[in-house]
């Protein structure tokens, strides 16, 4: 079993910027593919971003460019910076791991309004 922590949401004006960080409990948690999603009330959960075991990286077009993610497997945590946050960003902010088996952390919320 890993579990998985996000924290770093909150409530930011538009243009401005979060941080979001997923701490997982085991270092095994390295040899897993990793992705944030987010699901906006009565919509849908959607992948945002994804980095591979190797380090690639893939992002939903809504926020290229806006968003990054990265890892840090000395920590056992991955990492979702957001910049220039548009209230159409407002959601619950999920962090998942996946191998042959996945997990999903309890989520954090993002919201974006002036």
């Not at 998985?4 to 401005?16: F, R, T, Y």
Request: charged share 20%.
């Amino acid at each position: 079993q890993v579990q998985l922590v996000e924290s770093g949401g909150g409530l930011v004006q538009p243009g401005g910027s979060l941080r979001l960080s997923c701490a997982a409990s085991r270092s095994i948690f390295r040899f897993y593919d990793k992705g944030w999603y987010r699901q906006a009330p009565g919509k849908q959960r959607e992948l945002v971003a994804s980095i591979t075991n190797s380090g690639s990286t893939n992002y939903a077009d809504s926020v290229k460019g806006r968003f990054t993610i990265s890892r840090d497997n000395a920590k056992n945590t991955v990492y979702l910076q957001m910049n220039n946050l548009k209230p159409e960003d407002t959601a619950v902010y999920y962090c998942n791991a996946h191998l042959t088996d996945e997990y999903w952390g309890r989520g954090t919320q993002v919201a974006v309004s002036s």
